[in-house]
């Protein structure tokens, strides 16, 4: 199984963003080739955008960030089928 782990970025409703476009041609080749996407980003990150997407909410398999989210967040991350970890 291919994964991609992104720890770099930042999520909003539009998906995960960053704003190096270098990275975000790179990012976005991984998560086309990647079975699995996997994004962990601290709570800083949450609810935010850049200026380019590398990947929709519907490719994102797991989110894992270290505090936890709103529950507007939460259901954001349902709908979309996004499972969400709270790393300790």
Request: hydrophobic letters at 40%.
């Amino acid at each position: 199984m291919k994964r991609c782990s992104l720890i770099n970025g930042e999520i909003f409703r539009d998906g995960l963003s960053d704003f190096s476009l270098y990275e975000v041609e790179l990012k976005k080749v991984m998560v086309s080739v990647a079975n699995k996407v996997i994004a962990l980003l601290d709570h800083s990150k949450v609810n935010k955008s850049s200026i380019a997407t590398f990947a929709r909410p519907n490719e994102i398999d797991l989110f894992i960030t270290d505090e936890d989210v709103s529950n507007e967040i939460k259901d954001y991350f349902i709908t979309n089928n996004i499972q969400v970890e709270i790393a300790e």
